[in-house]
């Protein structure tokens, strides 16, 4: 099992370009998640989605969009990347409803926005 | 709603030595709790976590935290640290009846030979 994999692993943008960051997992997981990770900030919730078919807003949703395109794949799209979402953006998983379970992340994807 | 809190941004100890990482949260009910590490470049890796139970819980790599609930604090401790164990160390929280974790901004712990 690959368990989560992000693509890509870094990526540089100009201001108002837009890009798609990917993240499948092949655990059979529910509910799967973006964060973004910036220094002293520890990771803050973007959005998640807690089953196939829904999505629902973290902490930091404004500037991106995330479809939930099957079971397996959650991506994250930023439609005009803005300096203040250079960051390390990570995807995670979890198995059961509910905070009982094991969020599992991925190896995350750096960006920078120029 | 919850929040956690990582008093120490930094730490550098001695291999061998023992560490104690602090982590306090503020949640209105009894928490689940979670201790991730992150190497360098690298994702991140669950410790241990508490559900409910024995308040000392063991994870991987000797490491074990103790959650105090009269202290709001669920602190990671280990007794003999490795240069192995430099890494950023995350405290999490999440509330029963939810799906999100909130992370408190992490320690780096640095090891000195």
């Known amino acids: 099992n690959a368990g989560v994999t992000q693509t890509p692993k870094f990526q540089v943008l100009k201001t108002g370009q837009s890009m798609t960051l990917q993240c499948a997992q092949d655990m059979n997981h529910n509910s799967m998640y973006w964060y973004r990770q910036d220094p002293g900030m520890g990771l803050r919730l973007i959005y998640y989605s807690a089953s196939e078919g829904t999505t629902d807003k973290g902490e930091v949703p404004n500037g991106y969009n995330v479809s939930r395109l099957n079971k397996r794949e959650f991506s994250l799209r930023l439609e005009s990347a803005a300096p203040s979402q250079t960051s390390v953006y990570f995807c995670?998983?979890?198995?059961?409803?509910?905070?009982?379970?094991?969020?599992?992340f991925g190896p995350g994807t750096r960006l920078t926005v120029l | 709603a919850q929040s956690v809190t990582q008093p120490d941004i930094h730490i550098t100890v001695s291999e061998g030595a023992s560490l104690e990482l602090r982590c306090n949260y503020s949640?209105?009910?009894?928490?689940?709790l979670f201790w991730y590490v992150q190497s360098p470049g690298q994702g991140l890796q669950l410790l241990l976590k508490?559900?409910?139970?024995?308040?000392l819980v063991q994870g991987i790599k000797g490491f074990e935290a103790e959650f105090k609930r009269s202290q709001s604090s669920f602190n990671l401790r280990k007794p003999s640290v490795h240069w192995s164990d430099a890494a950023e160390y995350f405290c999490a929280v999440g509330a029963r009846a939810g799906n999100m974790l909130t992370f408190g901004g992490g320690t780096r712990l640095m090891v000195k030979p």
């Open positions: 995670a998983s979890k198995g059961v409803a509910g905070a009982a379970d094991t969020q599992y």
């Open positions: 949640y209105g009910a009894t928490p689940y």
């Open positions: 508490y559900f409910s139970g024995d308040t």
